[in-house]
């Protein structure tokens, strides 16, 4: 069976009578706020991204994490803030992404964390640069019940990787892929789901039919070609492909650049998913990295207030008015994967 359509499958599984309901509730509430102009909401999201930890061992140049430049404070997300919000949101909850920033892989709890979400019947994935992937972690990833593991692996020499992955190391990544890869065999378990995820930047660009070759000698299910988000692109960057299907950005006739997506009103994301931070700060979707727009604070109360309570519904308001007014909705594009 192709490894895509049995992940398609497990990812389907996990719908039931409540889910589907909800998942009613929110495309109609979504496209009666697009239609009026006038933002309700009904129902739970149907996707919710939690963060681990903020602790990172690699210093990428485009990433807070890495360059240690967070103003919100540090630390590692707790297991009653995490289990409570699961157990509020669990039977109509589809998806869960551990990954906002950071490397989830340092939580030192995180694999049970993982655990306590499957064992809710939640499609979970998580995102890493696959360095702590030991033999003993690899096996502890598998059992878990992960669906979804994205390892970020953008280069496929050594030189090359650690261009964008500052202090990284590629056979540590190579290394630990495997290991996963022996453990699902060795279990006879078909997840996770292992794509490799390829950020696509200038230095790593002629690379592109490289890592699908690594990864089909290595029995990686998926390549994921991800384009980058550059903060400061209106002069121009060196990370900024030459391949125009892999930029963000448009080089005008002035030398300067532009992002290409226009800037329509209104966000589905802003209906069907948000960001939990580590300390429990609820935020509108993964641009906001410094934890700007803090919509809520689930230390304080439940989530189901939280996503109803007025300072949620005047963000979505604000969107479906005048989406420019919000700063990092203007460097914001969706569908930032091209599957490979």
């Known amino acids: 069976m192709n490894r895509n359509f049995y992940d398609g499958l497990n990812f389907f599984s996990k719908l039931n009578r409540k889910r589907l309901v909800n998942i009613w509730r929110i495309l109609s509430s979504y496209?009666?706020?697009?239609?009026?102009?006038?933002?309700?909401?009904?129902?739970?999201?149907?996707?919710?991204?939690?963060?681990?930890?903020?602790?990172?061992?690699?210093?990428?140049?485009?990433?807070?994490s890495g360059l240690r430049a967070f103003s919100r404070a540090t630390g590692n997300l707790k297991g009653d803030l995490f289990k409570r919000t699961i157990d509020e949101l669990h039977e109509t909850l589809l998806y869960l992404i551990f990954y906002f920033q950071g490397e989830p892989f340092i939580h030192p709890k995180f694999l049970d964390l993982v655990q306590y979400a499957s064992s809710k019947k939640i499609y979970t994935a998580t995102s890493t640069n696959g360095h702590f992937l030991?033999?003993?972690i690899a096996r502890k990833t598998v059992e878990s019940g992960l669906d979804r593991l994205i390892i970020s692996i953008?280069?496929?020499?050594?030189?090359?990787?650690?261009?964008?992955?500052?202090?990284?190391?590629l056979e540590k990544v190579i290394a630990g892929t495997k290991n996963v890869i022996k453990w699902k065999k060795s279990l006879k378990s078909r997840t996770p789901h292992i794509v490799f995820q390829f950020l696509v930047v200038r230095p790593n660009e002629h690379q592109i039919a490289d890592v699908k070759?690594?990864?089909?000698?290595?029995?990686?299910?998926?390549?994921?070609?991800?384009?980058?988000?550059?903060?400061?692109y209106e002069n121009g960057s060196p990370l900024i492909p030459t391949?125009?299907?892999?930029?963000?950005?448009?080089?005008?006739?002035?030398?300067?650049?532009?992002?290409?997506?226009?800037?329509?009103?209104?966000?589905?994301?802003?209906?069907?998913?948000?960001?939990?931070?580590?300390?429990?700060?609820?935020?509108?979707?993964?641009?906001?990295?410094?934890?700007?727009?803090?919509?809520?604070?689930?230390?304080?109360?439940?989530?189901?207030?939280?996503?109803?309570?007025?300072?949620?519904?005047?963000?979505?308001?604000?969107?479906?008015?005048?989406?420019?007014?919000?700063?990092?909705?203007?460097?914001?594009?969706?569908?930032?994967?091209?599957?490979?």
């Open 31 to 64: 496209y009666w706020s697009r239609w009026t102009g006038k933002a309700n909401i009904k129902g739970l999201p149907l996707s919710i991204a939690f963060e681990p930890t903020t602790a990172c061992n690699l210093r990428c140049p485009e990433c807070p």
């Open 134 to 136: 030991t033999d003993t």
């Open 243 to 340: 391949i125009d299907r892999y930029s963000r950005y448009a080089r005008q006739a002035d030398g300067s650049y532009t992002i290409k997506n226009k800037l329509v009103d209104g966000c589905w994301k802003m209906w069907h998913s948000c960001v939990i931070t580590w300390d429990g700060l609820v935020v509108p979707c993964c641009f906001d990295k410094d934890a700007h727009h803090r919509l809520g604070d689930l230390q304080k109360g439940s989530f189901s207030e939280l996503w109803n309570s007025r300072p949620y519904q005047g963000f979505r308001q604000t969107l479906l008015r005048s989406r420019s007014k919000i700063e990092m909705c203007k460097n914001c594009t969706e569908g930032t994967k091209v599957w490979a």
């Open 213 to 232: 070759k690594l990864a089909k000698e290595l029995g990686v299910d998926e390549v994921g070609l991800k384009t980058a988000q550059i903060y400061d």
């Open 154 to 169: 953008d280069g496929t020499t050594q030189e090359v990787y650690q261009s964008y992955r500052k202090e990284g190391d």
